[in-house]
């Protein structure tokens, strides 16, 4: 069974920083794609940043920029740091591990709990 465990968030002045941690129970180097989404209440989940076992990461438009999503192997964890941070910016934040297949009915996505990101303006 896989487990993904988040950490680091708070309550933080908008124009601060904060770094979230997501450590993975297996090698984060078995999911093709690791990332980070958010979900405010009322609002849908939303992808926030996305990095990929074969190379690069992707950005919503609205944290391009503020946002830095990195992974350490030797640690099994997957971060995001974030910068100039906005009231907009608060969220539960979650972690996603995929991975994927040639058929993409047998697509597996893993969840970890979630951390709150509070910021206040």
């Known amino acids: 069974q896989v487990h993904l465990v988040e950490s680091g968030g708070g309550l933080v002045q908008a124009g601060g920083s904060l770094r979230l941690s997501c450590v993975a129970s297996?090698?984060?180097?078995?999911?093709?794609?690791m990332a980070w989404f958010r979900q405010a209440p009322g609002n849908q989940r939303e992808l926030v940043a996305s990095?990929?076992?074969?190379?690069?990461?992707n950005y919503a438009d609205s944290v391009r920029g503020r946002f830095t999503i990195s992974r350490d192997t030797t640690k099994n964890t997957v971060y995001l740091q974030m910068d100039s941070l906005r009231p907009e910016d608060t969220a539960v934040y979650y972690c996603?591990?995929?991975?994927?297949?040639?058929?993409?009915?047998?697509?597996?996505?893993?969840w970890g709990q979630g951390t709150q990101v509070t910021v206040a303006s």
């Open positions: 996603n591990g995929k991975t994927t297949a040639l058929n993409p009915k047998y697509d597996r996505n893993y």
């Open positions: 297996h090698s984060i180097s078995s999911f093709d794609a």
């Open positions: 990095i990929y076992t074969i190379g690069g990461s």
